[in-house]
């Protein structure tokens, strides 16, 4: 019998005016399902401190506007370790933890362009020189450290998807446009989620370089988080049906749609805790503020008042606890 887990779930959680354009596109493109019924949303129960009642360590990267520019950071526990010196931008877009190493990854603004780079405890890797790339996702395996971005500094900016392993450029697509948003390493099998130009814009995967298309280019896409389970590969993104946005999610190639159209969202992030499936995002509100939430298996928990502000939930992360 397998033992009994518990799941303390994590959200990292923007807040903030923002908005986001639909795609303009108008044909409906063959893969997409019916919609869902819309699922009753569940209120968000309160979040105790969960650095004092569960024992388990809570980290978010970000970044923090110091004034002048936005510094890097991550925060441990509600404890902020800032990861530059607060003279050039910088964001932090990912982190993970190895034992009891800390990596957060995240792009520098530099005269005009982004610089890729890690931060391992503190300590900054870079990426790139002075060559514009930029630095979406990190994932550790072993000894081994895996960045998934983008190459933005070839002919007319066009962008390139790419990652690096140990600071070693692997090339994912040649010729662009092209973004790779998340990566995930199971065994030896290196997983890149993100997206390529077609006619529209078109959601995919790429298993040890290998390309696996979610849309068919008919209307845009795009991939920004993948997670493996056993044999199974989950990507979340979008996928516009010519008038907005419509978040979905992907298992093993098929699209399971998580709002029903009439709206614009987008999923950023999923997550697997055995048959649970966690997915954050966002979705526009009827005021066109965007409003945080997450879906656990296609039932969206509400996470801000739109009547408020605007709202982005940009990654979600389960541990046992």
């Not at 518990?6 to 959200?11: A, V, W, Y």
């Not at 991550?74 to 530059?84: E, S």
């Not at 008042?305 to 606890?321: G, P, R």
Request: hydrophobic share 40%; net charge negative; aromatic share 10%.
């Amino acid at each position: 019998m397998m033992p009994k887990l518990n799941f303390l779930l994590l959200l990292c959680v923007f807040i903030g005016a923002c908005s986001r354009d639909p795609s303009s596109t108008t044909s409906t493109p063959s893969v997409t399902p019916n919609p869902p019924p819309a699922p009753t949303p569940i209120p968000l129960p309160p979040i105790g401190d969960t650095s004092n009642s569960t024992g388990v360590d809570v980290y978010v990267a970000g970044s923090e506007y110091n004034g002048s520019v936005s510094v890097a950071k991550y925060w441990k526990n509600g404890q902020a370790v800032a990861l530059t010196d607060g003279t050039k931008d910088t964001q932090a877009n990912s982190i993970a933890v190895m034992d009891s190493d800390i990596y957060v990854v995240g792009t520098e603004y530099y005269l005009g362009c982004k610089t890729a780079k890690y931060w391992k405890n503190g300590q900054a890797v870079a990426l790139t020189d002075y060559k514009c790339a930029q630095a979406n996702s990190i994932a550790v395996a072993g000894s081994d450290v895996y960045v998934a971005g983008e190459d933005e500094s070839a002919v007319a900016s066009i962008p390139e998807a790419l990652y690096w392993k140990n600071g070693q450029v692997v090339t994912v697509t040649l010729g662009g446009p092209a973004l790779a948003s998340s990566i995930a390493v199971i065994n030896d099998d290196v997983y890149v989620a993100g997206g390529e130009m077609g006619y529209a814009f078109i959601a995919k995967y790429w298993k040890n370089g290998q390309a696996i298309s979610l849309t068919d280019g008919t209307q845009n896409g795009d991939a920004f988080s993948i997670a493996i389970a056993g044999s199974d590969v989950y990507v979340a993104g979008f996928e516009s049906n010519g008038s907005v946005d419509v978040a979905k999610y992907w298992k093993n190639g098929q699209a399971i749609s998580l709002t029903d159209g009439t709206k614009n969202a987008n999923a950023f992030s999923i997550a697997i805790a055995g048959s649970d499936v966690y997915v954050a995002g966002h979705e526009e509100s009827n005021n066109s503020m965007d409003v945080a939430k997450y879906w656990k298996n296609g039932s969206p928990v509400i996470l801000s008042d739109a009547s408020i502000q605007s709202s982005q939930a940009f990654s979600v992360f389960l541990a046992t606890k």
